[in-house]
């Protein structure tokens, strides 16, 4: 960590969460707990978890800790943040496909985020695929470099945006971007679509279906049939990423019960987004790994939700079967290796030597937010901490 990156954290810790590209150092504890997250990662198995902690106690902190982790074992890793202001509906299977394309990290340097990222190294991967193992599979998803038609992917939405993305034109690139990312914004949109990415780039291929198939066929809708092509379309980005020599693809859902419990959602919403979560456990629909931060009163809140609109006919055991990944809080003992950590940080971007005045100072801030209720002490240990030294560095 140089000073730039020690004046970033700092700013982040401020806030009482965890520097994004340092969340590892930042954790201390629980050691047991997150080697057994790490071997869901090394099996690479379809693996659902509800990641319990209570309010302040590391739930969004062991989501990014598994994002640094996913990245550097070469998963693609999508990070989405599901609170009111994120304007992402857990029952709009077509807003979760578009904030997941939206927020993809590959574990490549320098690459680009997002679909143009996705698009970018598909592709590069399929132009450097030399031996027949590797050319196989992108040979099939082509046919054989003609893009006339192919069953290889669920989603023929996904086939045509690839396809599209293959000839470099830009105004199609740009096109897939706002599609994928968007694609709810795109219902009344049809003819636009296949106009850019199909009528205006028949020099590049020979697509035999006249254009009546593609709006029968819906290639450019997410939304219908239960939002069918929206879950393969997750479902065919996990494989194609596998395909590509990556490991498949991890979601991190963070705040995850703020949209499930919230009280101006409409009963029949909430439901088709408990639906939404079981299908996400079920494994079926989308075989990759998927990991939501919940506090310990998460699956009752689902139940009395259902009970308080007297959906008395749910079947309430599908919450009961959640596998549950719980968090245990920080002792006193980790809260004082954390400031440690604080100081040497905060030391770093101001450039000051930490005397032992300092630490004792920090020791004793420590000492009076251990007393803290669990269900705010980490954060406000950090806040506090930080603040502390802030003050120090002022006289």
């Not at 590209?21 to 050691?31: A, I, L, M, S």
């Not at 989603?155 to 599209?164: D, H, N, P, T």
């Not at 049939?225 to 393969?232: I, L, T």
């Amino acid at each position: 960590m140089n000073q730039r990156d020690a004046l970033r954290a700092v700013e982040e810790l401020r806030k009482g969460i965890p520097p994004v590209g340092y969340v590892e150092h930042f954790t201390v504890g629980r050691q047991s707990e997150i080697d057994s997250l790490q071997r869901y990662l090394e099996k690479g198995n379809t693996t659902v978890l509800l990641l319990r902690a209570n309010w302040g106690c590391g739930k969004s902190h062991l989501l990014r800790l598994v994002r640094e982790r996913a990245l550097r074992m070469r998963y693609a890793v999508s990070y989405v943040q599901l609170d009111a202001r994120s304007g992402v509906r857990f029952n709009r299977m077509d807003q979760i496909m578009g904030a997941i394309l939206r927020q993809l990290e590959l574990p490549i340097p320098g690459a680009a985020t997002g679909v143009r990222g996705l698009m970018n190294f598909l592709c590069e991967t399929m132009e450097n695929s030399h031996t027949d193992d590797e050319a196989e599979f992108w040979n099939e998803l082509s046919s054989n470099g003609r893009w006339d038609y192919s069953e290889v992917l669920k989603s023929e939405g996904l086939y045509v945006a690839i396809r599209a993305w293959m000839t470099g034109d830009t105004e199609a690139q740009e096109t897939v971007v706002d599609w994928l990312q968007n694609s709810a914004n795109y219902r009344a949109q049809r003819k636009r679509l296949y106009e850019t990415l199909v009528l205006g780039l028949r020099r590049h291929f020979r697509d035999p279906r006249p254009d009546y198939q593609f709006y029968q066929d819906g290639v450019f809708i997410f939304f219908h049939d239960g939002y069918r092509q929206s879950w393969d379309a997750l479902q065919d980005t996990n494989r194609l990423l596998q395909e590509a020599g990556l490991k498949g693809l991890v979601l991190l859902f963070d705040e995850f019960e703020d949209v499930l419990t919230a009280s101006n959602m409409r009963i029949d919403h909430q439901e088709a987004a408990f639906w939404n979560l079981f299908r996400f456990f079920s494994g079926k629909r989308f075989k990759g790994m998927s990991f939501y931060a919940v506090t310990p009163g998460f699956v009752q809140k689902c139940k009395d939700r259902l009970i308080e609109r007297d959906r008395l006919d749910f079947d309430y055991s599908r919450f009961d079967q959640l596998p549950t990944f719980a968090m245990s809080p920080l002792s006193k003992r980790e809260l004082h290796e954390l400031a440690g950590r604080i100081i040497t940080t905060h030391a770093l971007a101001y450039g000051y030597q930490a005397v032992p005045g300092t630490i004792e100072a920090v020791r004793e801030v420590v000492e009076q937010t251990a007393r803290s209720p669990v269900e705010d002490r980490a954060r406000r240990t950090i806040r506090e901490v930080v603040a502390k030294l802030d003050s120090l560095m002022d006289l």
